[in-house]
């Protein structure tokens, strides 16, 4: 079983900035960052592979940054989120994918106010 551990969210000002954490024991393929905003689709926001690909989501290219920090025991993603607009108000969920099995976090929330 993995465990995502998360930490990061809170309440920030337009403009501002916030870093999320997400730690998780052994190996993945693939670990990212998933967003869901109040009576909307859970969405993608970013990506990023064990070999250090990344992926965005449009609306966060230019102000998002996904990157990782690899261990034998602990694998952590971060991702630094500048220039936060309301409209990324959200719970942010943590993902692992190891082979063909999909993890998640328990969620943080971000809240960026006007």
């Known amino acids: 079983q993995v465990q995502l551990v998360e930490s990061g969210g809170g309440l920030v000002q337009a403009g501002g900035s916030l870093r999320l954490s997400c730690a998780a024991s052994?190996?993945?393929?693939?670990m990212g960052w998933y967003r869901q905003a109040p009576g909307k689709q859970r969405e993608l926001v970013a990506t990023?592979?064990?070999?250090?690909?990344?992926?965005?989501a449009d609306s966060v290219k230019g102000r998002f940054t996904i990157s990782s920090s690899r261990g034998s025991a602990k694998n952590t993603v971060y991702l630094q989120m500048n220039s936060l607009k309301p409209e990324d108000t959200a719970v942010y969920y943590c993902?692992?994918?190891?082979?063909?099995?999909?993890?998640w976090g328990q969620g943080t929330q971000v809240t960026v106010s006007s």
């Open positions: 993902y692992l994918l190891r082979v063909v099995a999909g993890y």
């Open positions: 052994g190996q993945y393929n693939v």
């Open positions: 990023i592979t064990y070999g250090g690909s990344t992926n965005y």
